[in-house]
């Protein structure tokens, strides 16, 4: 089949007039971002989660652009972003965020990060401490306590996982609303979602579904996230209960990706750590309970 996605992904109506792209030298690669709101404002960096791009926070970046610089990146080979054949990791991706805020002259932020985002935050947090003012962990951290069930080990699904990504991919093409459907796990309700919304997000996985260069991305990451866990996220995790950033963390109460038990937990770890709890929300509540999650932002 031809690809019906030739061209490039397009941002969210929201987020579009507020496109930037950059050449991170050290970083090798072109990075696009969003960057809004008043230049001597307190800065937010909105760091996105695996398979998605900056869009998912479409809902809550013009809002909290009018009293703060807000940035959302595309990480490298997501979304708009080189795409180029590399490894990619979460010391990489955090070395792209730390060298933006540099190219931005950002010195500090509140570092905002969803799923893997908040793995990659937290890491930020963790390593280069003055670069953090606040952190915010949005359905996901290096601290997982309980993971989804599965039938396979890990070594089994490591092995396997090019062959399995490539067979479901090539499976997904052909179908548009089994791609959407692959969606279903990530929200409480994704059919109660406005209509809008829906539409976006059909077309987006759809767009993904065909990007073969962003497939293998997020392939090298998921193949890259476990000796990353099992090395240096394992020393980081042992700093978490003395790291002096101010910690939020905020968790969709019906997530079925990272359960609840998990922010609950993570927010137990770090003394001081608070914890907001968006119910009717899944793993996105950015998305999918804009309102709710902005009130246990700004909180």
């Known amino acids: 089949m031809q690809n019906p996605f030739p061209g490039p992904m397009q941002p969210a109506p929201t987020l579009a007039p507020f496109e930037r792209s950059i050449h991170l030298k050290q970083s090798k690669a072109r990075v696009c971002y ?7 404002a307190p800065t937010i960096v909105l760091i996105h989660g695996l398979q998605d791009e900056a869009d998912t926070w479409r809902h809550v970046f013009a809002p909290l652009a009018e009293q703060h610089r ?3 990146l595309d990480l490298p080979g997501f979304g708009r972003s080189d795409k180029a054949e590399r490894g990619y990791s979460v010391p990489f991706f955090a070395g792209v965020v730390i060298e933006l805020m540099d190219r931005l002259g950002i010195h500090y932020a509140t570092l905002v990060g969803n799923s893997l985002g908040g793995i990659i935050a937290e890491t930020i947090a963790l390593q280069h401490t003055a670069r953090a003012l606040r952190l915010v962990l949005v359905d996901g951290s290096l601290s997982i306590v309980r993971r989804p069930a599965t039938n ?3 070594l089994t699904k490591l092995l396997f996982l090019d062959q399995v990504d490539k067979r479901n991919f090539a499976l997904l093409r052909p179908n548009p609303q089994v791609a ?3 969606l279903l796990p990530y929200y409480a309700n ?3 979602m406005p209509q809008a919304d829906r539409d976006f997000l059909f077309q987006r996985v759809n767009e993904r579904v065909w990007d073969e260069a962003q497939r293998l991305a997020s392939l090298s990451t998921q193949q890259h996230l476990p000796g990353f866990f099992i090395g240096q996220g394992r020393r980081l995790i042992k700093r978490i ?23 609950q937990a993570r927010a137990r770890l770090q003394a001081g750590a608070s914890l907001s709890i968006i119910p009717n929300a ?3 509540p950015h998305q999918e ?6 009130a246990a932002l700004n909180s």
């Open 289 to 294: 309970q804009p309102q709710a999650f902005l």
């Open 34 to 40: 969003f960057d809004a709101g008043p230049r001597d």
């Open 282 to 284: 899944g793993h996105l």
């Open 241 to 263: 209960p003395t790291l002096p950033v101010p910690t939020h963390v905020i968790w969709g109460e019906c997530d079925s990706i990272l359960v609840l038990e998990n922010g």
């Open 180 to 182: 959407f459907d692959t």
């Open 190 to 192: 994704l059919p109660a």
């Open 152 to 154: 396979h080990n890990l």
């Open 70 to 72: 807000v940035v959302a």
